[in-house]
């Protein structure tokens, strides 16, 4: 009877030893250096990359948005690929990125929860209206337009959606501010951005370079 219970006592041991000896006590916090994986974080995700390949693509693929608005002749909505019309996964219309040259201000909203300046193309007389956003930035036109990241390089749609808000609030510090107080009313304006072929008539261009003359 007692050789039995020394038995049992030494086999619970043993497999006590043998669990144990198993685990890896991780601080709250340091868990990737165990698993590999790296809390997500869309600041670092998107500084990484925005000056040094996102701004250059965009530049590089800008499309004189004279030449968009022939093609559309008065329909963005009907633009395809045409352009260089870009259409992910997670899109619903084609983004495009476009560049002007010496376009007017002609309006100037700094009130309104979406900030916005207006602008008259030279070489353009047509309805649709183009406008430049400045102000509470909406859509994703510079996110789906680049190619360097993608929807399948996140692990879910919420990194995905921080991702696009992290580029807007890049915008706005690094291209927007910079020049605000100069969007006047006749001021001149070159600019690269992204839009949205979601509207027929309206051109709502978030900006990855602007330069107010």
């Known amino acids: ?11 619970v041991v043993m497999a006590a030893t043998l669990f144990t000896g198993c685990v ?12 590999g994986q790296v809390e997500f974080n869309p600041g670092d995700s998107v500084a990484e ?8 693509e965009l530049e590089g693929k800008a499309v004189d948005v004279n030449e968009v608005l022939q093609k559309a002749n008065g329909d963005l909505a009907s633009l395809g690929e045409e352009a260089g019309g870009v259409k992910t996964k997670s899109a619903t219309a084609y983004n495009y990125c476009v560049k002007l040259e010496g376009a007017t201000v ?5 009130d309104s929860f979406y900030g916005t300046v207006t602008l008259s193309v030279p070489g353009y007389e047509g309805d649709v209206i183009i406008t430049c956003q400045i102000g509470q930035y909406k ?5 789906d337009a680049q190619t360097i990241i993608n929807f399948a390089d996140f692990t879910n749609q919420t990194e995905w959606g921080q991702i696009n808000t992290t580029m807007l609030q890049t915008v706005d510090e690094l291209v927007v501010k910079p020049v605000y107080d100069d969007l006047v009313e006749g001021a001149t304006v070159d600019m690269i951005g992204c839009f949205t072929a979601s509207s027929a008539k309206d051109m709502v261009i978030t900006p990855v ?3 107010v003359k």
């Open 1 to 11: 009877m007692v050789k039995r219970f020394v038995c049992a006592a030494m086999t």
């Open 24 to 35: 890896k006590v991780v601080k709250i916090g340091e868990e990737g250096a165990l698993t």
């Open 106 to 110: 002609t309006a100037v909203d700094k």
């Open 209 to 211: 370079v602007l330069i």
């Open 139 to 143: 859509g994703s036109s510079v996110r």
């Open 49 to 56: 990359i925005w000056d040094s390949q996102v701004v250059p």
